[in-house]
């Protein structure tokens, strides 16, 4: 894992209990124990009403109050089991509550190196259907497993001195029946563990379908994509097929060893009522009824263990998965700067730079040095994958330098707080994220520096070039803006993207190609903005396009991570190989000139 586990033997589940839950805890626990004494209280009293049904003179209202009694257990039990599903209920909501915002805390934490270990897929599934499986199991099997065995042992001390025969049929039967739930764990288990990684996978799939479905749709892959699915699909589907087959079987078989429990014991009592004579045989028969009851209530007790062993082994592989992001420390951990060592606001530099991302084989960067200067406009170009975009994501942190130095205001980036240095920075990534909500709240997104206020908000909007669409919205800058911003065109969540870097201010103002689907007329009328808003701020560009750079103040070329040329668009023409290639690409020999 990119980030460090910390401790994560030591994590328990109780982590995410309050004192309220431990108290709701304590309150099902004695509730529980009352529903058993009230259920193992029935047998009694249907021992008592059977002697005096058999007893002749027995007067009608001795049986009438030995039934109200008995029924008055049966709803003592009834209320008891509402206060305990009431108490697990809540407790299992609270903690499933806890543990999401755990999660989702500890992903906002992780660098961009631990979100690409997990992946966004598996991160969404442990945050939803991983916690859903351990509030299940809170709420459903442990109220099962606190009160199996106490049924079970109270049931079996009230029957130990009774007939041996009955006693010795009732432990076959446990026998019979612990076997086979011990054989539907041994296949059900390593299944059931694979369904949580098979469930990542579908998740995986779907989120490419869904987030591809026009180059899906543009190419006619329909079909290739669906059989992706469909593999998948039906990966999850066989492991749900067998798990669900295996607990069709072990019910009916539990059901059976019952149904032929109660057939033994009274087979076996009728041979020895017949054997018996006078009082015996009264007594026998009325020892044959409680005794049922108790040996049912035994064996419904291991039956009931056998619900538990349904959510145990997803459950326990869901806490493993969950434990996994709660104990991963972050790559990137905060330093204890909050202000520069220098006077300047926005100074950016990299000392001899090298970097490589997780797991890859060689540097994306390899000794990278410059200075931008507030004030200053910084361009940085180069072909596909030379590194532009490495470079501007050490500044604000998302990744740590392999060797070398990044500094902003004098100050090691590793040495600033994370918040106060993002503070300092306004940043613009190469694919344009809007959220839910309206123009306005995607403008006025976080909380930087500054307070940003409806004018700054508008403004923002008329320096990205943004005002003349906003306008044709109805409702302006209280319009709604669609999950991803769908109802926007790639150029639109690009200004707006831009708006928002303009609102947020700061000392150093990133755009990594941030200006590629907008036309030339607005990419250079946002640049002219960009002149006078960020006149005092360092501002970075990220560039595919000569004519997005060409006015920089300094520019690099980047080449295989390497910075290959630095200066102006004239200087660069003449003194860069790799520059001039570029711009010839893209310009003639006459617009050069």
Not at 457 to 470: M, T, W, Y
Request: with cysteine; net charge positive.
């Amino acid at each position: 894992m990119a980030g460090r586990p910390c401790g994560m033997e030591h994590m328990h589940i109780i982590r995410f209990l309050g004192k309220r839950e431990y108290g709701l805890g304590a309150t099902a626990l004695a509730f529980i124990v009352l529903q058993v004494y009230l259920d193992l209280k029935l047998p009694d009293y249907m021992q008592t009403i059977t002697t005096l049904i058999v007893t002749p003179g027995t007067a009608m209202g001795r049986v009438l109050g030995e039934g109200a009694l008995m029924l008055g257990c049966a709803l003592g039990s009834m209320l008891a089991t509402v206060v305990t599903g009431y108490c697990m209920a809540v407790i299992g909501t609270s903690m499933a509550q806890r543990m999401r915002a755990g999660v989702f805390d500890a992903t906002l934490d992780f660098s961009m190196a631990e979100i690409g270990e997990f992946s966004t897929p598996s991160l969404i599934t442990r945050s939803t259907n991983d916690v859903t499986q351990i509030q299940m199991f809170v709420v459903m099997a442990v109220q099962l497993l606190v009160r199996s065995p106490i049924v079970a042992v109270w049931a079996i001390l009230k029957i130990s001195d009774a007939n041996m025969t009955w006693t010795l049929a009732t432990g076959a039967a446990v026998a019979v029946l612990l076997t086979v739930l011990g054989v539907i764990a041994v296949l059900v288990t390593p299944r059931m563990m694979r369904m949580q990684r098979i469930t990542d996978d579908l998740n995986r799939v779907t989120r490419e379908h869904l987030s591809g479905l026009r180059v899906i749709r543009a190419y006619n892959s329909q079909g290739f994509h669906g059989r992706r699915f469909e593999a998948a699909n039906a990966e999850l589907t066989g492991a749900n097929t067998f798990v669900n087959n295996a607990f069709a079987f072990l019910m009916p078989s539990l059901t059976a060893i019952m149904s032929g429990l109660s057939l033994a014991i009274y087979v076996l009592g009728a041979v020895m009522i017949d054997a018996a004579t006078g009082a015996e045989r009264l007594t026998l028969f009325s020892q044959m009824i409680v005794f049922s009851a108790y040996a049912l209530q035994i064996v419904g007790a291991f039956m009931m263990l056998a619900f538990v062993f349904i959510f145990m082994p997803r459950a326990r592989v869901a806490w493993r998965r969950i434990r996994e992001v709660l104990s991963t420390e972050p790559g990137i951990a905060d330093g204890a700067a909050r202000v520069g060592r220098s006077r300047a606001s926005g100074e950016v530099e990299f000392r001899n730079v090298s970097f490589r991302y997780p797991d890859a084989e060689d540097d994306a960067l390899k000794d990278v040095s410059f200075t931008a200067r507030p004030g200053q406009t910084v361009a940085i170009i180069g072909s596909t994958g030379s590194g532009k975009s490495s470079i501007v994501n050490l500044v604000p942190r998302f990744y740590d330098v392999r060797e070398g130095q990044v500094l902003v205001d004098g100050r090691d980036v590793r040495e600033w707080e994370q918040k106060a240095l993002r503070d300092r920075i306004s940043f613009v990534p190469q694919r344009a994220t809007l959220f839910s909500g309206t123009i306005a709240s995607n403008i006025d997104f976080g909380r930087g520096a500054r307070e940003v206020t409806p004018r700054d908000v508008v403004e923002a909007a008329e320096a990205a070039s943004a005002v003349e669409f906003i306008a044709a919205r109805e409702g302006r800058y209280a319009s709604a803006v669609a999950q991803g911003g769908s109802n926007f065109s790639g150029g639109q969540k690009q200004r707006l993207a831009i708006a928002r870097a303009v609102a947020r201010g700061g000392g150093v103002m990133i755009f990594d190609d941030s200006f590629s689907a907008l036309d030339y007329k607005t990419d250079r009328d946002v640049r002219a903005a960009l002149r006078r808003t960020a006149a005092d701020a360092t501002v970075i560009i990220v560039a595919q396009r000569i004519g997005t750079v060409r006015g920089a103040d300094r520019i690099l070329v980047v080449d295989r991570g390497r910075i290959v040329g630095a200066g102006t668009h004239s200087e660069l023409l003449e003194t860069c190989s790799v520059y001039r290639e570029i711009a010839l690409s893209q310009l003639s020999e006459e617009e050069l000139a």
